[in-house]
């Protein structure tokens, strides 16, 4: 198996000129937004922030929503909308595959708002729509959240990430303008265990990846915290301390052997991921918010 070192993940530069601008477009155009959408993955809330997004978004109002939840681990998801209330940001769970929790998400927009929108009638300007703006890294879904808010393919989709592109104003249903920004990541990943997590969801393009340590380092962590899910998915009737030898478990078991009787490792570990992200694993999370309360405080 070719296990390499996890610099591959760790140090990727992985910042084409696009996302430098669209950082540049966040900036220009945050004074026109009255809300920011802040887009993250439910599975990898923390993980799939970008570290600039606090100092890009200062003081204006936000809703954090938690998309693909559908995948999350419901109860974790829960400490995660707690978590992010003690901080004063409402977070709201969505599955943008069947819209479900998106008329909550415009509700909250509308909220955060309404301060804003009283004050210009008060100041007798005519009452306008709520104007929005969603940020996320890529491959967190904010076409198909596009699409299904204005019920038309205003935003090109597709299964790769990075492929929403440009700058384009849509109208919601309801009261709600939003401008659509392509996702923006930071220039590389100072803490391995964001570059895996990232991996591990699609964040990254496999092709700059060396998969089959990528799949290694997810099932480590499912027999650590979702060993009946990985159990019971995989037929596995014994976990070993060796990762290795637990991934190799899951390839007998699935056929995936070449002739002669050797693993075939490159289409163990892409069976592996395409299941784990599709959720048919069973429905996980890949961090906590106890693991982050004590840096916050801090």
């Known amino acids: 198996m ?39 993955d439910a599975r990898i809330p923390m993980s799939s922030r970008n570290p600039q997004i606090d100092e890009l978004v200062e003081r204006k109002p936000r809703v954090i929503v938690l998309n693909k939840s559908d995948l999350a681990d419901p ?63 890529p491959n967190v879904g904010k076409s198909s959240i596009i699409n299904r808010l204005t019920g038309k393919k205003s935003a090109k989709t597709g299964d790769k990430p990075g492929v929403t592109k440009g700058k384009q104003w849509v ?45 290694l380092h997810l099932v480590a962590y499912l027999v650590r915290e979702y060993t009946d899910q990985i159990q019971e998915r995989y037929k596995l009737s014994e976990i070993f301390q060796e990762d290795l030898e637990n991934l190799e478990g899951i390839a007998k078991n699935r056929g995936c052997i070449f002739s002669g009787g050797r693993i075939d490792y490159a289409r163990t570990a892409n069976l592996i991921l395409d299941e784990f992200r599709s959720g048919k694993i069973g429905k996980i999370t890949l961090e906590k918010p106890e693991d982050y309360i004590s840096t916050i405080e801090a």
């Open 75 to 137: 109860q974790v998801t829960r400490r995660w909308i707690n978590y992010f209330a003690a901080q004063g940001i409402n977070a709201i769970p969505v599955n943008s595959m069947t819209g479900e929790g998106l008329d909550k998400m415009t509700a909250l927009v509308e909220a955060a708002a309404k301060e804003k929108m009283d004050a210009l009638v008060n100041k007798g300007m005519r009452k306008r729509a709520v104007r929005s703006m969603i940020v996320g890294i």
């Open 171 to 215: 109208r919601l249903r309801g009261n709600i303008e939003l401008l659509d920004t392509p996702g923006i990541l930071w220039p590389k990943f100072e803490d391995q265990q964001v570059g895996f997590k990232l991996a591990f969801t699609g964040a990254i393009k496999d092709e700059v990846l060396d998969i089959e340590t990528i799949a």
């Open 2 to 40: 070719n296990i390499k070192c996890v610099v591959i993940v760790v140090h990727i530069n992985w910042y084409p000129g696009h996302m430098k601008k669209t950082k540049e477009l966040i900036q220009e155009n945050l004074k026109l937004v009255d809300v920011v959408i802040e887009l993250l």
